[in-house]
């Protein structure tokens, strides 16, 4: 294994027992192939909850331009929740587990999972290519679901 490979099994193992999730790899290992070098960096590998400045980083880097969720105090809740799951004490909270816990939120809260009967009105309304710029369509072979998002 890897570098990244033992980082994607610790981030999978905080999922489980910090968080109390059951990680989808497959999106663990792309949200931590989105973080780039900052999972290398013991400082960038981390947020710090305690910092506003760090959370509006995760906001803005994140949710906004990875995303592409629109500004709003659901964005700022929705990072609480993430930081309350992970546990507000918990002095290592991996940037990974961050992105993906907060990822599957939005996933589930705003609808972005889509039914494949719902994925040809989405593309009737973006230009020429059939996908909005910065998204991605996947198919959820266990769900028959297509995801967007920007992994």
């Known amino acids: 294994m890897g ?3 033992d980082l994607i099994a610790r981030y999978a193992d905080d999922l489980k027992n910090k ?4 990680p ?5 290992t792309k949200v ?6 900052s999972i290398y960096d013991a400082d960038s590998n981390t947020v710090a909850a ?10 803005k880097n994140f949710l906004i331009k990875k995303l592409g969720l629109p500004d709003g105090p659901e964005l700022d809740a929705a990072i609480a929740r993430v930081v309350e799951t992970y546990g507000a004490s918990e002095r290592n909270k991996y940037r990974a587990v961050v992105y993906y816990d ?3 939120t939005f996933r589930q809260r705003v609808g972005l999972r889509l039914s494949p009967a719902q994925v040809p009105a989405i593309q009737d309304k973006c230009p020429g290519h ?3 710029p910065g998204e ?3 198919l959820n072979q266990k769900t028959e679901t297509r995801t967007v998002g920007t992994f």
Do not use: H, N, W, Y
């Open 19 to 22: 968080c109390g999730m059951v």
């Open 130 to 132: 059939g996908r909005c």
């Open 24 to 28: 989808d790899m497959d999106l663990l």
């Open 102 to 104: 907060a990822d599957e």
């Open 32 to 37: 931590t192939i989105g973080c780039g070098p």
């Open 3 to 5: 570098k990244r490979d």
């Open 50 to 59: 305690s910092q506003p400045g760090e959370l509006e980083t995760v906001k």
């Open 136 to 138: 991605e369509f996947a």
